[in-house]
């Protein structure tokens, strides 16, 4: 989940330099939005900074891959540069 967070460092990186990434469609309409509605899921019924389980996550896609982990890596996003 942790990966999202880098994805959104990436995206507003992109955006000082004047690429949308936000509006980025790939092959299979990926996005930016479809992953965080993806991981949102979990944030929703797991809730942030507790233990995936069977219980907690079933409503979720592909839910016991991430059975054990921690709802986490959604901290204030700190952008950086020259």
């Known amino acids: 989940m942790g990966s999202l967070q880098g994805l959104y460092m990436a ?11 936000y509006a980025y469609r790939g092959a299979h309409d990926q996005s930016l939005e479809m992953a965080t509605r993806y991981y949102a899921c979990f944030a929703k019924y797991a809730c942030f900074e507790k233990v995936v389980t069977a219980e907690n996550s079933r409503i979720c896609p592909d839910a016991t891959q991430y059975l054990g982990t921690i709802v986490k890596g959604v901290e204030e996003n700190v952008l950086s540069g020259n």
């Open 11 to 21: 995206a507003e990186r992109m955006k000082t330099d004047g690429l949308n990434a």
